[in-house]
């Protein structure tokens, strides 16, 4: 017997809607590769009904106090607990994201966050200046009008509340669009929005293609500033894209993230750091720990242990709360992953761990990636050198902190980087 597929509407001017077309597209769970759920392949019919939802919804949006938007997200935040388990579920279905971590980071963080902006908005102010005595000069922050959000899939749901819950406190409506592959979670956030009190139009949900949706709203001009995460080459185009109407962007773009063990570092604890940082998330995160630089004097001990401690990461059915690793989002990211491998193997990267399509029973249908690691790699490789998101780390020597330095810097990306010592002078 087929498993129920559950067709989802979206939600626009705070009705439940389909695409005009009626057009769908599949969801896929990653662990399986299983079609779990239908979402609306909206076009830019929806993009300009939910843009128009938006600016109607702005004028009393915005009139509100910071106090009755800050109960609203309060509200939210207590309805994402009270629905925890279901959006935890939904999360790893749609994603592969292991149900432990989504039922005790991803989800209570999602709701913790809405908290903070509740009360972080009340503390915004403006300045006063010190023109001259002729002239009082002050700032009085003011919503921008219509916000759109563009998202990632790597925590899906996590994402929309960053960017929701800072444009939504400060008196703007925003326009969501969720990535094709995860919307779920997204349109689920909107519908609890509504029960929380968000009046309709002030938080609406396209789904569909980023290269038709998502363009559409980059360009619509009645939507004032596009916050945006995911792949650098994306967000170039959407800042080129934003530049005709002049709409301020905000981007949160890649990573190819330093891991640096000085020679004075505990390697234990270093070990345990390299683990959380590169197998978070089954390493799909922008600031994941990705190449690694370790002095000469403990390379081989750490390579050691840090090799050991990431064959015993348990990868599999992300539903068993026993799983550590899930899949990876989705099939052609898996094969992405796997031309990375077997090019480092080509290029002479020293496999220490997996590199293998992963083939258990719970694993062989599924998107997955073993934990792989690549010793004696240098930087003028392509694992060294561009972000792979996935689980494959590429370890390299150097002699001197000078070295390290230089090799950190010699990169195309700036996110975040990490150095392991007991000496802070250093
Ligand atoms: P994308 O940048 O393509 O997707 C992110 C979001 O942008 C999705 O909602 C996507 O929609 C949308 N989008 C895609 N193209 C356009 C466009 N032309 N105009 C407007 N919106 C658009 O990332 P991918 O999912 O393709 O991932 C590719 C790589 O990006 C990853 O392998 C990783 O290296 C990097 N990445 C980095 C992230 C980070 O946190 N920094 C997060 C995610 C990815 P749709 O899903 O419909 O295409």
């Given at each position: 017997?087929?498993?129920?597929?559950?067709?989802?509407?979206?939600?626009?001017?705070?009705?439940?809607?389909?695409?005009?077309?009626g057009a769908t597209m599949?969801?896929?769970?990653?662990?399986?590769?299983?079609?779990?759920?239908?979402?609306?392949?909206?076009?830019?019919?929806?993009?300009?009904?939910?843009?128009?939802?938006?600016?109607?919804a702005a004028p009393e949006?915005?009139?509100?106090?910071?106090?009755?938007?800050?109960?609203?997200?309060?509200?939210?935040?207590?309805?994402?607990?009270?629905?925890?388990?279901?959006?935890?579920?939904?999360?790893?279905?749609?994603?592969?994201?292991?149900?432990?971590?989504?039922?005790?980071?991803?989800?209570?963080?999602?709701?913790?966050?809405?908290?903070?902006?509740?009360?972080?908005?009340?503390?915004?102010?403006?300045?006063?200046?010190?023109?001259?005595?002729?002239?009082?000069?002050?700032?009085?922050?003011?919503?921008?009008?219509?916000?759109?959000?563009?998202?990632?899939?790597?925590?899906?749901?996590?994402?929309?509340?960053?960017?929701?819950?800072?444009?939504?406190?400060?008196?703007?409506?925003?326009?969501?669009?969720?990535?094709?592959?995860?919307?779920?979670?997204?349109?689920?956030?909107?519908?609890?929005?509504?029960?929380?009190?968000?009046?309709?139009?002030?938080?609406?949900?396209?789904?569909?293609?980023?290269?038709?949706?998502?363009?559409?709203?980059?360009?619509h001009p009645d939507v004032?500033?596009?916050?945006?995460?995911?792949?650098?080459?994306?967000?170039?185009?959407?800042?080129?894209?934003?530049?005709?109407?002049?709409?301020?962007?905000?981007?949160?773009?890649?990573?190819?993230?330093?891991?640096?063990?000085?020679?004075?570092?505990?390697?234990?604890?270093?070990?345990?750091?390299?683990?959380?940082?590169?197998?978070?998330?089954?390493?799909?995160?922008?600031?994941?720990?990705?190449?690694?630089?370790?002095?000469?004097?403990?390379?081989?001990?750490?390579?050691?242990?840090?090799?050991?401690?990431?064959?015993?990461?348990?990868?599999?059915?992300?539903?068993?709360?026993?799983?550590?690793?899930?899949?990876?989002?989705?099939?052609?990211?898996?094969?992405?992953?796997?031309?990375?491998?077997?090019?480092?193997?080509?290029?002479?990267?020293?496999?220490?761990?997996?590199?293998?399509?992963?083939?258990?029973?719970?694993?062989?249908?599924?998107?997955?990636?073993?934990?792989?690691?690549?010793?004696?790699?240098?930087?003028?490789?392509?694992?060294?050198?561009?972000?792979?998101?996935?689980?494959?780390?590429?370890?390299?020597?150097?002699?001197?902190?000078?070295?390290?330095?230089?090799?950190?810097?010699?990169?195309?990306?700036?996110?975040?980087?990490?150095?392991?010592?007991?000496?802070?002078?250093?």
């Amino acid at each position: 017997m087929s498993a129920q597929i559950i067709e989802y509407k979206t939600v626009i001017a705070g009705e439940r809607m389909s695409a005009s077309d009626g057009a769908t597209m599949p969801i896929i769970n990653p662990a399986n590769g299983t079609v779990i759920a239908r979402a609306p392949k909206c076009g830019s019919n929806e993009v300009n009904l939910a843009v128009a939802a938006a600016l109607k919804a702005a004028p009393e949006w915005a009139s509100k106090t910071v106090g009755e938007r800050s109960k609203v997200l309060l509200k939210l935040s207590q309805l994402i607990m009270a629905n925890l388990n279901e959006l935890a579920r939904l999360e790893t279905m749609e994603h592969g994201s292991p149900i432990r971590k989504t039922m005790n980071f991803d989800v209570p963080l999602c709701a913790e966050q809405l908290e903070y902006f509740a009360g972080v908005g009340r503390a915004l102010t403006g300045e006063t200046l010190p023109v001259g005595p002729w002239c009082t000069s002050m700032t009085i922050r003011e919503p921008l009008g219509v916000v759109g959000l563009i998202t990632p899939w790597n925590f899906p749901a996590l994402m929309v509340v960053w960017k929701l819950g800072a444009a939504l406190i400060t008196g703007n409506t925003v326009v969501v669009k969720p990535p094709s592959i995860t919307p779920l979670t997204t349109i689920r956030l909107a519908e609890l929005a509504l029960e929380a009190g968000a009046p309709p139009g002030v938080v609406n949900v396209v789904t569909g293609p980023g290269e038709t949706v998502g363009e559409a709203l980059v360009q619509h001009p009645d939507v004032t500033k596009i916050g945006f995460t995911g792949d650098t080459v994306t967000g170039k185009r959407i800042m080129s894209l934003a530049s005709s109407s002049v709409k301020q962007v905000g981007l949160e773009l890649g990573g190819k993230n330093a891991f640096i063990v000085l020679a004075d570092a505990d390697v234990d604890s270093a070990v345990e750091g390299a683990v959380f940082g590169a197998f978070f998330n089954t390493g799909q995160v922008c600031a994941a720990a990705s190449r690694f630089y370790i002095h000469e004097s403990l390379y081989d001990r750490f390579t050691e242990k840090f090799v050991e401690a990431s064959s015993h990461l348990k990868y599999g059915d992300p539903m068993n709360m026993e799983t550590v690793l899930g899949p990876v989002a989705y099939a052609a990211h898996r094969d992405k992953i796997e031309g990375y491998i077997e090019r480092a193997k080509k290029a002479g990267a020293d496999l220490l761990l997996g590199g293998e399509r992963p083939d258990t029973p719970d694993t062989k249908d599924g998107f997955f990636v073993a934990p792989t690691v690549f010793g004696s790699c240098s930087n003028d490789m392509e694992i060294m050198r561009d972000e792979i998101f996935g689980p494959v780390i590429a370890l390299c020597k150097f002699k001197t902190n000078e070295e390290a330095v230089a090799l950190t810097n010699d990169t195309k990306y700036g996110l975040s980087a990490s150095v392991w010592t007991k000496d802070l002078e250093n």
